[in-house]
């Protein structure tokens, strides 16, 4: 399915943050089957070497901490300095420290909203700031259900994953007039690395499977799709969209998963 002078995409230039595995790694395989060139940034060292291996061509990797923004303008000039401009981006990076409110670590509350909200902030930000002088750009931000559905011991993640669906909407209503799009896509349960404690765990996995509709969880590829959708030409009137891909599972709710973290830590001398 397409070529470089075939695709969908082909003769683009796409960033891709958290490119090196899971979602952002799907995404960065389908850009690169319908003709994108790529920049893949990722904290991961090793993981960026395996991609650089399995992509010779039309793929520079880059290592790249997308909370601190010296790195991210670095990484946005990278791709305009190598591929000659920046057509497409996508926010993928993420990750949680879970915990309890009433037990949450400030440093592990500021870890999830610096890796889950701030990045998306600056990396539209500076994705924007190159696609403005073309007059078009798409941006597609990875958020979550949990923008929707809260979660036992996931305040920080909920709350940031919330905030990168507003920052889109706010995102969109500024950028849209200039003839960049931005959108966010928001996946349910994906087997991916950061999910694999879930899926490890048999007893876990089966109470989140009981409120997924569709009986299982999601594939990155499955993600991916929706994703480049949103980036194509096919969504070129779509802007400010949240895009639920969870198996329907925002109409059932979250599973308790007080059972498989314990209670809260905070008062047990006290009990």
Same mark, same amino acid.
């Given at each position: 399915?397409?070529?470089?002078? =075939?695709?969908?995409?082909?003769? @683009?230039?796409?960033?891709?943050? =958290?490119?090196?595995?899971? #979602?952002?790694? +799907? #995404?960065?395989? =389908?850009?690169?089957?319908? =003709?994108?060139?790529?920049?893949?940034?990722?904290? $991961?060292?090793?993981?960026? &070497?395996?991609?650089?291996?399995?992509?010779?061509?039309?793929?520079?990797?880059?290592?790249?901490?997308?909370?601190?923004? &010296?790195?991210?303008?670095?990484?946005?000039?990278?791709?305009?300095?190598?591929?000659?401009?920046?057509?497409?981006?996508?926010?993928? +990076?993420?990750?949680?420290?879970?915990?309890?409110?009433? !037990? @949450? *670590?400030?440093? !592990?509350?500021?870890?999830?909203?610096?890796?889950?909200?701030?990045?998306?902030?600056?990396?539209?930000?500076?994705?924007?700031?190159?696609?403005?002088?073309?007059?078009?750009?798409?941006?597609? $931000? #990875?958020?979550?259900?949990?923008?929707?559905?809260?979660?036992? +011991?996931?305040?920080?993640?909920?709350?940031?994953?919330?905030?990168?669906?507003?920052?889109?909407?706010? *995102?969109?209503?500024?950028?849209?007039?200039?003839?960049?799009? /931005?959108?966010?896509?928001?996946?349910?349960? /994906? @087997?991916?690395?950061?999910?694999?404690?879930?899926?490890? $765990?048999?007893?876990?996995?089966?109470?989140?499977?009981?409120?997924?509709?569709?009986?299982?969880? *999601?594939?990155?590829?499955? #993600?991916?799709?929706?994703?480049?959708?949103?980036?194509?030409?096919?969504?070129?009137? /779509?802007?400010?969209?949240?895009?639920?891909? !969870?198996? +329907?599972?925002?109409?059932?709710?979250?599973?308790?998963?007080?059972?498989?973290?314990?209670?809260?830590?905070?008062?047990?001398? $006290?009990?």
């Amino acid at each position: 399915m397409g070529t470089q002078d =075939g695709g969908r995409f082909a003769g @683009q230039v796409a960033v891709v943050t =958290g490119g090196a595995s899971g #979602i952002g790694l +799907a #995404i960065l395989r =389908g850009l690169h089957a319908e =003709g994108a060139s790529i920049l893949c940034a990722d904290i $991961n060292p090793a993981a960026l &070497d395996a991609v650089a291996a399995a992509f010779p061509d039309r793929v520079a990797c880059l290592e790249a901490d997308v909370t601190r923004e &010296d790195a991210v303008e670095a990484m946005m000039d990278e791709a305009v300095a190598r591929f000659g401009g920046l057509d497409l981006s996508f926010h993928v +990076a993420g990750g949680n420290r879970g915990g309890y409110v009433i !037990d @949450q *670590a400030e440093a !592990d509350w500021d870890f999830t909203i610096a890796l889950c909200l701030k990045s998306v902030f600056l990396c539209t930000k500076h994705a924007a700031r190159r696609m403005l002088p073309k007059g078009r750009g798409a941006i597609v $931000n #990875i958020a979550s259900l949990n923008a929707h559905v809260p979660m036992h +011991a996931g305040a920080a993640y909920a709350s940031a994953k919330a905030g990168c669906e507003m920052l889109t909407r706010n *995102a969109a209503l500024e950028l849209t007039p200039s003839g960049i799009r /931005v959108n966010a896509v928001l996946p349910g349960l /994906v @087997q991916t690395p950061l999910t694999k404690r879930h899926f490890d $765990n048999p007893l876990a996995h089966a109470a989140f499977v009981e409120r997924i509709p569709a009986g299982r969880a *999601a594939q990155p590829e499955e #993600i991916a799709g929706p994703a480049l959708f949103l980036a194509s030409e096919a969504a070129s009137y /779509v802007s400010g969209a949240s895009l639920l891909v !969870d198996g +329907a599972w925002a109409v059932s709710g979250y599973p308790d998963m007080r059972p498989f973290r314990g209670e809260p830590l905070f008062g047990r001398g $006290n009990k």
